[in-house]
C-alpha cells in the first residue's frame, strides 16, 4: 500500500509543498506507514493557514543542513504533527499562532518562535530534550 498522494510517482504533496524534495527520502510514500507522513495529514484536513506553506518553505530553506539529519526522528516528527495539528490546520486555532500574528503585521517571524510564542533552540532538538505544544 502507498500513499495516495504518490499516485504513479509524482508525488503530488509536492505541488503544495516543494522544498520537502530535498529533505525527504519518499520510501514512507511507498509504505503503509504514509499515514505517519506530516505532510499527508496536512494535506488531509480541510483547513490550512494561509501562511502554512511560506513557514514550511522558511523552515526548510533555514534550517542547517546538517539539522535535518537529526531532526527526520519520531519524537520530532510527533512535534511538528502536534504543531501542524493545534495551529496550522486548526480553523479555531491558527489566528492565535504567534508565528501567523507576525506574518499578518509583515514581520518575517524568526525560525526559532513556536506558535505557542515559546522559542526552541536547535539544540534542544538535537538534544532531544521533551518540548511541548500548549
Partial sequence: MSCPYYEDFTRICITSFPHIRNHMSFMTCESE??????VYNVL??????????????????????LVKYF???????????????????SELKYAQCANYKLFIQGIQPPLDLLPDGKKIRITDILLKKEITIE
Fill in 33 to 38: 506507514h504514509y499515514v505517519d507522513c506530516l
Fill in 44 to 65: 488531509q484536513k480541510k483547513f490550512r493557514c494561509k501562511y502554512l506553506e511560506r513557514c514550511v518553505d522558511d523552515a526548510v530553506k533555514n534550517i542547517p543542513l
Fill in 71 to 89: 531532526v527526520e526522528d519520531d519524537k520530532t516528527i510527533k512535534l511538528f504533527k502536534e504543531i501542524a495539528e493545534k495551529y496550522c490546520t
